[in-house]
């Protein structure tokens, strides 16, 4: 019953292919985000969704493309991996009546681009 | 643009001491403060936040400030434990449709037994 989770947790591939992380979260919030965790551990922002729509889409090379076939469920998928895209990658979730406040972040998804 | 600088980058403190770490941040609508933890190969846990309409928050051993005057705000840890070990990141975010938090940079914390 965990309430944001993700897949997979680790993820290694090779320069050039294309991957996809999965988020789901099951605390009835409507707005979901994208966060990037380098290996600085600073915590960045790529995208967000609220009710399946997107409402924030940081400066994030194209090969990022997220989806969200409902509001329960932010897919991640990545084109043409490069080695700068080896980080952690956290989904995180909150209501739209609090929003920004309350995240629940997903356990993470560690990419390993090589 | 938004920034939050977060100080000190590590910190280090005897079992029982307190703990203080500061952010400051550049916008100026940011309405709500959030704080984090991160345990080694975990997920950021929210340990407690505020808004702007309060200057003082504590739970228990841990206490958060806010002076919107001069935008910064900061996190006690009063008599830390062993299990206080972690990172931790203060965040800011702004009201409107977003709800996007901008994150510190960190603050590693040490606490030894």
């Known amino acids: 019953d965990t309430a944001v989770s993700q897949t997979p947790k680790y993820l290694v591939t090779q320069m050039g292919n294309d991957k996809s992380i999965k988020c789901e979260q099951n605390l009835g919030h409507d707005t979901m985000y994208w966060y990037k965790q380098d290996s600085k551990k600073f915590l960045k922002i790529m995208f967000s969704?609220?009710?399946?729509?997107?409402?924030i889409n940081e400066t994030v090379p194209n090969r990022f493309s997220p989806k969200s076939p409902d509001k329960a469920h932010l897919n991640l998928h990545i084109n043409s991996l490069e080695l700068g895209d080896s980080a952690v990658y956290f989904c995180a979730s909150s209501h739209e009546e609090v929003r920004g406040s309350g995240y629940t972040f997903g356990s993470g998804t560690r990419l390993t681009v090589v | 643009g938004e920034n939050v600088e977060q100080h000190p980058s590590t910190l280090s403190v005897q079992e029982g001491d307190s703990a203080v770490i500061k952010c400051t941040y550049s916008d100026s609508a940011s309405n709500y403060f959030p704080w984090y933890k991160q345990e080694l190969g975990k997920r950021p846990q929210l340990i407690i936040d505020i808004r702007s309409n309060v200057g003082e928050k504590k739970d228990q051993r841990i206490a958060v400030t806010l002076n919107k005057t001069a935008k910064h705000f900061s996190l006690h840890i009063t008599e830390t434990q062993p299990e206080d070990s972690a990172v931790y990141f203060c965040a800011a975010g702004a009201p409107g449709n977003t709800g996007k938090l901008i994150f510190g940079q960190g603050t590693t914390l040490q606490v030894k037994p």
């Open positions: 969704y609220n009710n399946k729509e997107l409402i």
